[in-house]
């Protein structure tokens, strides 16, 4: 795409000194708004705002919609407000409270005089709900029918709302005080174009079997049921049933990358970088972001060195455990975060539930037992490989602390990775948070507590 931006991009800045009007429109037509978008996108903001002047609003809208958000945000400022309303008004609802949270106070103040009385509601209503909230990702653009409706008025009423159409898959029955009581799909509407007197009523959705979301519920929520469903789109209502607007597909998909991107950050204990990207973050943002979680986990890994202390006397007398050490405590850290993400990623998508605690406490007692068998054979292979022979060797009957370390270890830290997502989730807490970095410095602890107390109890005797 650089090749053509380097063709295309003097021809529209001599179009606009020229003032072509032709040309630029021409070219805005010509390709995808994406792709428009993406090589007007090396303009300055006044020269874009020149070529989309000469477009019909509809397209101007669809265009500026692909732009970054900063872009969005800078064109917004610097441009005529009375011009910029006008777009503003053409946006989706959901996408112009997103590009104007970003705006400066002060233009959002000259700018929301400026909007329809019907869209400043709009913005105000929407904007009150939370960022994560599925009020913030409600479009209200849809259409709407009464209950009673004929075919032939549906289809009359869909046309006169053809600047609602986001979607035209679903379509929305109310009532008198606009609470959902049913939807229609196109499809199913369609199939009696010649029956025009049938009532809609017939062969809608009535309100025992919709499917909904309230505004206040998180976005997380919305998702599930999308793919649950497979819906194109979900009606988003408010708690008396009075439909606020739709969350289209579109949006869900974001909304699911945000929430992914969200929880591997999370899961490697890094805070979530918000709208920022990792190249648009400065580098001290960055560095507080990662360091708040590195400093938390760095006071946890102090239990390690305090266990270490207390224990100060077996590793003096028998030196050769230490050489174990490191494999016994990361064989915990891994068996407890394979099984602490197994658990979020089931959380995540509903595979289980809180109520299923004790069937996953009892799968996975068994799986640390075949786990830690396992790895506790190794273990012993290792340790006969490395002393049981030399000038240092030691016995293999000493040798069996190791095994048993790793066993235990391995046991105990697959219990407490896998269980401690659901007490996140208990208190609600995001189950996330229980990231591999946490589970793996609690079983580091946890790891070198059971090695150094089982060599204590059963060879320290021994060696006095």
């Known amino acids: 795409m650089s ?34 978008s993406e090589t007007l996108g090396s303009l300055e903001a006044n020269e874009i705002w020149t070529i989309l002047l000469e477009v019909d609003a509809t397209l101007r809208a669809e265009i500026f919609s692909y732009f970054d958000e900063d872009l969005q945000v800078q064109i917004i400022e610097s441009c005529p407000r009375e011009e910029i309303a006008k777009l503003i008004e053409e946006m989706p609802s959901d996408d112009r409270v997103d590009v104007l949270d970003e705006v400066g106070k002060d233009a959002l103040a000259e700018l929301l005089p400026l909007l329809s009385p019907e869209d400043r509601e709009d913005f105000e209503l929407l904007q009150s709900y939370e960022e994560d909230a599925c009020g913030a990702e409600t479009s209200s ?47 199913d509407l369609l199939r009696r174009i010649n029956r025009q007197d049938e009532p809609i009523d017939g062969f809608m959705k009535s309100k025992g079997s919709l499917v909904t979301v309230e505004a206040t519920e998180k976005r997380e929520e919305a998702i599930k049921l999308v793919e649950k469903y497979d819906f194109v789109a979900i009606p988003v209502v408010d708690h008396n049933d009075k439909m606020l607007g739709v969350i289209t597909h579109d949006d869900i998909l974001d909304a699911a990358v945000e929430e992914l991107v969200e929880n591997a950050h999370m899961s490697a204990a890094v805070d979530p970088l918000g709208d920022e990207t990792y190249l648009e973050a400065n580098l001290w943002t960055l560095a507080r ?15 390690t060195a305090i266990i270490l202390k207390f224990f100060n006397n077996v590793t003096e007398q028998i030196v050769w455990l230490v050489a174990f050490l490191p494999m016994v405590v990361s064989s915990g850290g891994n068996c407890g975060g394979q099984a602490a993400t197994l658990v979020v990623t089931a959380l995540a998508t509903d595979e289980i539930s809180l109520e299923d605690w004790k069937r996953i406490a009892k799968r996975e007692t068994a799986m640390g037992a075949i786990l830690g068998g396992l790895m506790a054979i190794c273990g012993y292979v290792n340790a006969i490989l490395i002393y049981s022979y030399g000038e240092n060797s030691v016995s293999f009957i000493d040798l069996l602390i190791v095994p048993l370390a790793v066993f235990c270890v391995v046991f105990i830290s697959n219990l407490v990775g896998a269980l401690l997502p659901l007490l996140f989730k208990k208190m609600r807490l995001d189950p996330a948070l229980m990231s591999n970095p946490f589970v793996a410095g609690l079983s580091d602890a946890l790891g070198t507590f059971v090695y150094l107390w089982l060599a204590l109890l059963l060879i320290m005797p021994f060696a006095a």
């Open 3 to 36: 090749d053509f931006n380097t063709l295309v991009l003097p021809e529209l800045r001599q179009a606009i000194e020229s003032h072509n009007v032709e040309e630029m429109r021409s070219f805005c037509s010509a390709l995808h708004p994406a792709a428009t």
């Open 141 to 187: 653009d849809f259409i709407r029918l009464r209950e009673g409706m004929t075919v032939g008025e549906a289809i009359a009423e869909i046309g006169s709302q053809t600047h609602l159409m986001e979607t035209v898959y679903y379509l929305y029955v109310l009532d008198s005080e606009e609470r959902l009581v049913g939807i229609v799909s196109a499809k």
């Open 289 to 303: 972001k990662r360091f708040m979680w590195l400093a938390i986990l760095l006071f946890g890994a102090i239990t």
